[in-house]
């Protein structure tokens, strides 16, 4: 009995020491715990981005879990690579705000935690090959310390975590010149060098390398083997311009008008965070334009559809110099044309993924124009004649209506009566006529007597 009590007694002191222990180890923890989260932080505190001085820390808990709430909401994040971006769900961040706030040391900098989550590469639908030289631990830093600050756009370039690439020809174009070219002038044209996110004109590069003075034609055959090299690639055309008719060495959709002097440039824009370069060499009459970077992720196609042909007409026009069956051609005819331009954009399994609509090139007919004689002369039907005969009309020359109209076929049948009346008046005429030899010496026969 007694060594029950003894027991029990035992027991009951074992716990009062164990809970004497507990409060005196443990007590001074929690209650400057509850006492520091009543008790502001000193001056100059920082959390992550945000300064809580003299913010207790359920203050300063609540205010920065708000400040993360909405830029949740609001924030956007993106992965460049070569003039691609891939948006990023903010749902792959989660922050640690109370440890961050319980952890915090009073009148210092400190990290706000944040922790990004490297399953979500796999739903922005990277290419593989990216996916596999991607360097995932320093993107995850750069993550994170991008978050921390809670910037409301985030864009990382992900060529930073990736190794060096070598650059490649990405596209080429080989074009035909014409006989009027400058082709010496042309083999002094320095290379091209589109830098990272930035434009190009045509113009402002001749000005700068000095061949401004070089001819419109020249330059619009530049332009055409530069336009036709760069559709291949994800350069984005800026200004273009086309000319009435197309010229004779320059294949149909890849024609491009340049005339400094109005204003005629041609431009394009590299979207890209990596240059191009871009290289001109005349191999006799021929220009071989040669683009090299980067290779891009996708491959690119250029289609042309909806070609069309428009007839000229045949404009007639008359001239009195030509005699009939005679012909002179003043214009030759040109057909018109009619053709769009598409990019189609393909994938690293050569899925097709998008067809850019790039431009619709309009060529007018240029009709012909034929000279023919004037039209010969038109017969009229004369209403007084009674033996049905025509009057010919000559254009250019006046009809009198008081001389007698001549007729063809035999002559009109004259009443015996008439002739008979018309005989005397001839005699008539003789005979004054033979009056009239004498010259008038002997004065005229009615003539009164002096």
Request: charged residues 20%.
């Amino acid at each position: 009995m007694k060594k029950q009590q003894i027991i029990k007694f035992s027991l009951i002191l074992s716990v009062l020491s164990i809970l004497i222990f507990s409060f005196t180890y443990f007590g001074s923890d929690i209650f400057s715990a509850r006492t520091s989260a009543k008790q502001g932080f000193s001056e100059n505190t920082t959390i992550g981005s945000f300064d809580v001085s003299n913010k207790s820390q359920d203050e300063a808990t609540t205010y920065i879990q708000t400040k993360v709430d909405s830029w949740l909401t609001k924030a956007k994040i993106r992965l460049a690579y070569k003039g691609q971006n891939y948006q990023v769900n903010t749902t792959s961040f989660v922050f640690g705000v109370e440890d961050s706030v319980s952890s915090a040391t009073s009148g210092a900098q400190n990290e706000l935690f944040v922790h990004w989550e490297e399953g979500a590469l796999n739903h922005l639908n990277l290419p593989s090959s990216i996916m596999a030289k991607l360097d995932t631990e320093k993107l995850t830093i750069k993550m994170q310390a991008s978050a921390q600050k809670l910037i409301p756009e985030i864009e990382i370039k992900l060529q930073d975590f990736l190794p060096a690439e070598e650059p490649v020809i990405i596209s080429r174009a080989l074009v035909k010149l014409s006989s009027d070219v400058e082709s010496e002038l042309i083999e002094e044209l320095v290379p091209i060098e589109i830098l990272p996110d930035s434009m190009f004109s045509l113009a402002a590069y001749a000005n700068e390398n000095g061949q401004a003075n070089l001819s419109a034609s020249t330059f619009s055959q530049i332009g055409s083997a530069l336009y036709q090299a760069l559709l291949q690639s994800d350069i984005s055309i800026v200004e273009r311009h086309v000319s009435s008719q197309l010229p004779k060495n320059i294949e149909l959709g890849y024609e491009t008008k340049v005339d400094f002097s109005k204003n005629l440039d041609l431009k394009f824009y590299n979207p890209n965070d990596k240059p191009y370069k871009i290289e001109l060499n005349l191999n006799g009459q021929e220009l071989d334009v040669v683009v090299t970077g980067t290779q891009p992720i996708y491959e690119y196609k250029i289609t042309a559809t909806g070609k069309q042909e428009f007839k000229p007409r045949i404009i007639n026009q008359y001239s009195p110099l030509l005699k009939q069956g005679q012909k002179s051609v003043q214009t030759e005819g040109i057909a018109g044309l009619l053709i769009k331009i598409n990019r189609e954009i393909y994938g690293e399994n050569g899925e097709l993924l998008k067809t850019e609509f790039i431009s619709e090139d309009f060529y007018p007919p240029i009709h012909r124009v034929e000279v023919l004689p004037l039209a010969p002369a038109v017969i009229q039907a004369d209403p007084d004649s009674t033996t049905g005969s025509d009057t010919v009309t000559v254009p250019g020359i006046e009809q009198n209506d008081s001389t007698p109209r001549q007729t063809s076929g035999t002559n009109p049948t004259v009443p015996a009566s008439d002739v008979e009346q018309q005989q005397p008046n001839d005699n008539q005429a003789n005979d004054d006529e033979h009056e009239t030899d004498d010259g008038g010496l002997w004065g005229k026969p009615n003539e009164q007597p002096k």
